[in-house]
């Protein structure tokens, strides 16, 4: 691992100006890998009105493109930059080396394809003030609206969310993705806690999800100050692959623990959890092109069709899709629980239409 920081460059002028400049100390923590189209936009949102003790961490995961020049460059033009170069490993090797190297009270993860929106810094006295271990505040998506289901206010422990718990989890994803939110580094520390880099996905749920096992209190802001780009060319929805079942299951045990420690049924959380990760690899492999053969296809399209769950949701949606008759050959497979089919149309249709 190689790293240039630039210690002699001043800060952007302003931020000493703004209610920012008293913040304690953050760290900004930016996985890069072939990022070069936006990196410069993601760092010029988090610099843009924050105080002098911000640390912004870009990690270039082994990029092939000009991303480790980009990120030296950026290093070298503003002395809160930090530039950390390593083979590729991941999203999940790029974060935990930016937790090695935070020097923050608290840590901000910022996708290098996404942006935060202004006014965050200004906000965040009232979220400090409250001396919480996890702040959460709102975002925007490229897709759409994303409101966060948590009123503004701070809850002593997870079990003070109530309702709001299963919207965060699921519907909105606010305790799925580690964004938007900031964590306390010693608390983050005391636990023990780094993403999972065996997992190519989930492994923000089950960060969020350990973190939330233990004795967290919770700060949430009522602004909107993170964009997420999500409608780009590599995000989940574009890109087809057959790891969300096992991933759903690898990350079940921890969605219980932390279910139990605060006093909630997990029995319903797990359940839609199940139900959630088969109908998105069902839309994957029904909506998306890609190199899996009939044989893996045919396997995912078995396990979903053997949660009656899953297949009684799929009845309902086919029945009320807007192009019947193009629903028709999958009505055929889910109603025959008939996987072999489903993906054998999968495989013509990605040939032929």
């Known amino acids: 691992m190689t790293e240039q920081t ?14 920012a400049a008293k913040l304690p100390p953050v760290t900004a923590i930016v996985p890069c890998y072939n990022a070069a189209a936006t990196l410069e936009r993601a760092a010029a949102s988090i610099l843009d009105g924050a105080p002098d003790n911000l640390q912004l961490i870009l990690v270039d995961d082994g990029s092939a493109d000009a991303t480790p020049a980009l990120c030296d460059k950026l290093a070298a033009g503003d002395r809160r930059v930090r530039a950390i170069h390593q083979k590729n490993g991941g999203a999940s090797a790029a974060r935990n080396a930016g937790l090695d190297a935070a020097a923050g009270e608290w840590v901000l993860f910022v996708d290098a394809d996404d942006a935060l929106l ?27 609206p994303a409101p966060c289901p948590l009123a503004p206010g701070f809850y002593p422990t997870p079990a003070d969310l109530g309702d709001a718990l299963r919207p965060l989890l699921f519907e909105s994803g606010y305790l799925a993705a580690p964004y ?13 806690l780094r993403f999972d880099e065996g997992l190519q996905i989930n492994e923000d749920v089950l960060f969020n999800t350990v973190f939330l096992q233990n004795s967290i209190s919770i700060f949430c802001l009522s602004g909107v100050y993170y964009y997420q780009y999500d409608g780009q060319t590599g995000s989940l929805s574009r890109r087809l692959r057959g790891d969300l079942l096992d991933a759903e299951a ?3 045990p921890a969605l219980e623990a932390m279910l139990r420690r605060w006093g909630y049924d997990p029995a319903p959380y797990l359940a839609e959890s199940r139900l959630r990760a088969a109908l998105n690899q069902y839309g994957l492999l029904t909506g998306c092109r890609g190199d899996m053969p009939f044989g893996q296809r045919r396997a995912l399209f078995a396990r979903i069709l053997a949660d009656p769950a899953a297949r009684d949701a799929l009845r309902s949606r086919l029945r009320q899709d807007a192009r019947p008759l193009l629903a028709v050959p999958y009505r055929i497979g889910v109603a025959l629980n008939a996987p072999g089919w489903l993906a054998a149309y999968t495989l013509f249709k990605q040939r032929f239409l």
């Open 6 to 19: 630039s210690a002699v460059r001043p800060a952007a002028a302003g931020p000493a100006a703004s209610a």
């Open 118 to 144: 202004p006014g965050l810094w200004d906000a965040l006295p009232a979220a400090f003030a409250a001396d919480p271990q996890l702040i959460l505040f709102g975002m925007a998506r490229q897709s759409g």
């Open 180 to 192: 938007p939110k900031l964590f306390r580094l010693p608390a983050l520390r005391a636990a023990g």
């Open 250 to 252: 690898y990350t079940a």
